[in-house]
């Protein structure tokens, strides 16, 4: 199997762990390569991949308390959405804040006039008071 078909294959399904999982492997597989490069200094590939792990479960872990813990009625929002001018992109965002918890969550949308989604962006972050 190539790294295409590997990667590609990952995308398929709901294993989204076994993709983030993934992207971290090889996030630290670049590191290492740049250590080696720049500083002359390299990880065995076991020490790569146990690195990868422990931030893919600190990351995961953050994921978790990020997680809304009730549900919303899709009844109590609005479901209006106003295309924007033709030749236009209207964007729309949104955010939360748990600031119990320290967390926040935002999101965006772009549209055509005709309602096509051009981007579409989630993030979570900390907040330090």
């Known amino acids: 199997m190539t790294f295409d078909q590997w990667w590609i294959s990952l ?3 709901n294993a989204s762990d076994d ?13 290492n390569r740049n250590q080696w490069q720049f ?9 790569v991949f146990e690195k990868a792990k422990v ?6 872990a953050a994921c978790e308390l990020t997680k809304p813990k009730g549900r ?11 295309p924007p001018p033709p030749d236009c992109l209207k964007i729309n965002v ?7 918890n320290g967390f926040g969550s935002v999101g965006l949308i772009a549209r055509t006039s005709s309602g096509a989604i051009v981007e ?4 979570n972050f900390i907040i330090s008071v």
């Open 11 to 13: 995308s398929r399904g």
């Open 19 to 31: 993709r983030a999982l993934a992207v971290f492997i090889c996030w630290f597989i670049w590191k």
């Open 39 to 47: 500083e002359g200094q390299q990880w065995e590939p076991r020490i």
């Open 55 to 60: 931030v893919w479960k600190e990351y995961s």
């Open 72 to 82: 919303i009625s899709s009844t109590s929002l609005p479901s209006v959405w106003l």
């Open 94 to 100: 949104d955010g939360a804040l748990d600031s119990q």
């Open 120 to 123: 579409a962006r989630v993030g």
